[in-house]
C-alpha cells in the first residue's frame, strides 16, 4: 500500500499576494472613510434671516465638498474595488486541473 500524501499547509505565493492586496485595498477604504467622516470647516461668517433688495438669485456653491471629501470618495472608492477584485480572484481561483484527482 502506498502511503498518502501530506498537503502542504502553507498557502500558494499567489494566495498569500492576492491577500496582501485584499488586505491594502481595506486599509485604504478605511482611511478613505475617515477622511469622509472628518468634518468640514465650519463658515466664519453669519447667516442672514432676509433676501437682500438685490435682484441676484442665491446660487449655492460646493464649499460643503472639501478637497478631503474629495479624496476620501476617491479613496474609499478604489479601497473598495481593490477588495472586491481581490475576493473575487481568491474566491475563483481554481486549485487543481480538471484532469488530476
Known sequence: MTEPQEQS??????FRL??????????????????????TQQATFGW??????????????LSLISPTTIWGAIALTIGLLVVAFSAGFLVGRRTGSAGSE
Open 18 to 39: 492576492w491577500s496582501a492586496v485584499g488586505i491594502a485595498g481595506g486599509i485604504v477604504a478605511v482611511i478613505g472613510m475617515i477622511a469622509l467622516l472628518m468634518p
Open 48 to 61: 442672514a434671516a432676509y433676501q437682500s433688495l438685490a435682484e441676484t438669485v442665491f446660487v449655492p456653491s
Open 9 to 14: 499547509t502553507t498557502p500558494p505565493g499567489w
